[in-house]
């Protein structure tokens, strides 16, 4: 059974900087180097957003793509050795305050969260001015 379990999240001034970590459990680290892995936020009263994703070895490895408003200030990496996935966030803004979920995806990676197959149940983040 895969599960995916996030870390990491918490609350911040604006400024600051926080490291989200997700473990994926359930595959071997062959499987997992095969799946791209994403991380989405919601926020109260909003749906849910994209905010990162990264590529598998089958597409193009570690290529990653960022929302227009994360671009510059978060970096997402993995570690295939570890069944990990990371979100690195700097500079956070009140705005950026949301539940933060990683999932993964059996297929490409992708910006939409329909496509994903596994998530984890999420870690809160809070930035306050």
């Known amino acids: 059974q895969v599960q995916l379990v996030e870390s990491g999240g918490g609350l911040v001034q604006t400024g600051n900087s926080l490291r989200l970590s997700c473990v994926v459990s359930g595959v071997d680290g062959s499987t997992f180097r095969s799946y791209s892995m994403g991380w989405f936020r919601q926020a109260p009263g909003k749906e849910r957003e994209f905010v990162a994703t990264?590529?598998?070895?089958?597409?193009?490895?570690?290529?990653?793509l960022y929302a227009d408003s994360v671009k510059g200030r978060f970096t997402i990496g993995r570690d295939d050795n570890k069944n990990t996935v990371s979100l690195q966030m700097n500079n956070l803004k009140v705005e950026d305050t949301a539940v933060y979920y990683c999932a993964l995806d059996l297929g490409g990676y992708a910006r939409t969260s329909a496509l994903y197959d596994y998530w984890g149940q999420g870690t809160q983040v809070t930035v306050f001015s």
């Open positions: 990264i590529a598998s070895i089958r597409w193009s490895a570690g290529t990653t």
